[in-house]
């Protein structure tokens, strides 16, 4: 899907990934991508991405929360060794299917690919991963002075229009200086 800025958009996201096997009919333990474990528990079907780059439906046949994660039931791994196949490996969702972010917050996937400029209009460049940290998330925004990490906080990303791709930035004095091999001592 193209956005209005021309960016390809992606047709489907992670929603979470496998971390281990858990009994023995093949349940997973996966880590969810999103602030409430239990939102797992309203799919009925995720996708697995094949390594020729086709997708697998999968139906989600039991939820149980764990914590701050899920335990899975998928369909097609009902043992212990084919549920083995899928750690490390991520469940996708259907963009359109996926629930909105609340007001004032982003998923990964609506990030990247923005323009990111300076709030003078200067371009810095676009945003090419978010890093998932314990205080606040980094931008991986990739320019042509270099790559730079951005903290992904109100005080520096001032403004984010999704609709448009674009983002307007206003950073501490120094920051991108790192990232183009110019900064002092």
Known sequence: MESEGGRRMPDRIAIAQVDRVRGLIG????????????????LGNVYLEGAAGGWEEITI?????????????????DTPEK?????????FVDRETSTPAPA??????????LEARLEDG????LVEEVL????QDLLVIRGRSGEF???????????IDVQARTMVL???????????GRADD
Do not use: W
Not at 27 to 42: G, I
Not at 122 to 125: I, N, Q, W
């Open 122 to 125: 200067t371009p810095v460049g």
């Open 149 to 159: 990490l951005v903290p992904f906080v109100p005080a520096i990303c001032t403004q």
């Open 132 to 135: 998932g940290q314990p205080m």
């Open 83 to 91: 549920a083995k196949s899928l750690v490390g490996r991520e469940l």
């Open 170 to 180: 206003n950073p501490p004095e120094g920051l991108l200086d790192l990232g183009d």
């Open 61 to 77: 046949l039991g939820f149980k929360r764990l914590g701050e994660r899920a335990v899975l039931r998928l369909s097609g791994y």
């Open 27 to 42: 349940e997973v333990v996966v880590t969810v991508h999103a602030d409430d474990p239990s939102r797992m528990s309203e």
């Open 104 to 113: 004032g917050r982003y998923y990964a996937y609506q990030l990247i690919g």
